[in-house]
């Protein structure tokens, strides 16, 4: 079974920009959550979608946004791109079907988004 | 509010030797834990969960971790390390309630000397 899927892998952009990040899920996964990742700030959790909607989202501005297609293919989206936004963005996907679900997590390689 | 407590930034052993990494919890209810690990450059690979049972769960690559309620504890241990096991670890509670996303700690990273 395929893992989960994030491109591009790695990326650089310019401070005003705005880049878009794909995550493939792994196969019948319908959750699928993204991470930002620094060295000074740990995981931190931006949002998580399931069936095409936002169920959580985390303490970001509003310039972090996301979605989820039909087939669970999940994008986000960074507007007006700031030196601090330059990170790992980790996606991950869970089978999140309740009531067993755990939170396990299945995480892809991460996009190194790079802002300069 | 759920949250997660690794308090050693950085940890270095020898080769062969044994590890220890400690992970706190904070969690109102019977959590779910987790530990991750994270290559360079990679993204996080589960090691090993605790959701129920025994509290001295196996993982892959020769890990284990022990889930001691009255402590809130959940370390991760290994008895002989080797060169390849450096990298970050990340410790993660979840649980049935709410929104079900997984808490995770700040990690730990593992230097490994031959």
């Known amino acids: 079974k395929a893992g989960v899927t994030q491109t591009p892998r790695y990326l650089i952009k310019t401070r005003g920009q705005q880049v878009t990040l794909s995550c493939s899920p792994i196969?019948?996964?319908?959750?699928v959550s993204w991470y930002q990742q620094t060295p000074g700030q740990g995981l931190q959790f931006l949002f998580e979608y399931f069936s095409e909607t936002q169920r959580n989202k985390g303490n970001f501005p509003g310039r972090f946004s996301g979605r989820q297609f039909s087939n669970s293919r999940s994008e986000m989206n960074v507007s007006t791109l700031e030196l601090g936004d330059s990170a790992l963005y980790l996606c991950?996907?869970?089978?999140?079907?309740?009531?067993?679900?755990?939170?396990?997590?299945?995480f892809g390689e991460g996009s190194r988004l790079t802002v300069l | 509010a759920q949250s997660v407590t690794q308090p050693d930034i950085h940890i270095t052993v020898s080769e062969g030797a044994s590890l220890e990494l400690r992970c706190n919890y904070s969690?109102?209810?019977?959590?779910?834990l987790f530990w991750y690990v994270q290559s360079p450059g990679q993204g996080l690979q589960l090691l090993l969960k605790y959701f129920s049972g025994d509290t001295l769960v196996q993982g892959i690559k020769g890990f284990e971790a022990e889930f001691k309620r009255s402590q809130s504890s959940f370390n991760l241990r290994k008895p002989s390390v080797h060169w390849s096991d450096a990298a970050e670890y990340f410790c993660?509670?979840?649980?049935?309630?709410?929104?079900?996303?997984?808490?995770f700690g700040r990690g730990t990273s593992l230097i490994v000397h031959p």
């Open positions: 969690y109102g209810a019977t959590p779910y």
């Open positions: 993660a509670v979840g649980g049935t309630g709410g929104s079900y996303i997984p808490t």
């Open positions: 991950a996907s869970s089978l999140s079907l309740a009531p067993t679900n755990t939170g396990e997590l299945f």
């Open positions: 196969s019948g996964h319908r959750s």
